[in-house]
C-alpha cells in the first residue's frame, strides 16, 4: 500500500497573523548577533540558554 503525507503550506498562518496583529502575542527577541558571531549564537542554543528568538543580521545595521 502507497500513502501519502502532506501538509498545506502556510496552514494556519493567518491565525497566527491575527494573533500578532492584535498584539495578543509577540514575538522576543532573546539576542542580535552579527554573522560573524553566529557560532556564539548557535552555541547559547545549543546550551539551552536563550530565552527567545536569537537573531543573526547578515548586513551591518547598529544594534542596541
Known amino acids: 500500500t502507497m500513502g501519502m503525507l502532506y501538509l ?3 496552514e ?3 491565525v497566527i497573523e491575527d494573533y ?3 498584539g ?3 514575538p522576543f527577541i532573546d539576542r542580535q548577533y552579527r554573522l560573524n558571531e553566529a ?4 552555541r547559547r542554543l545549543a546550551a539551552g540558554q536563550a530565552k527567545g528568538k ?3 543580521r547578515t548586513i551591518h545595521q547598529h544594534m542596541s
Do not use: C, H, W, Y
Open 20 to 22: 500578532l496583529r492584535s
Open 39 to 42: 557560532p556564539d549564537a548557535f
Open 24 to 26: 495578543a502575542v509577540a
Open 8 to 10: 498545506k503550506q502556510n
Open 12 to 14: 494556519g498562518m493567518d
Open 54 to 56: 536569537l537573531v543573526i
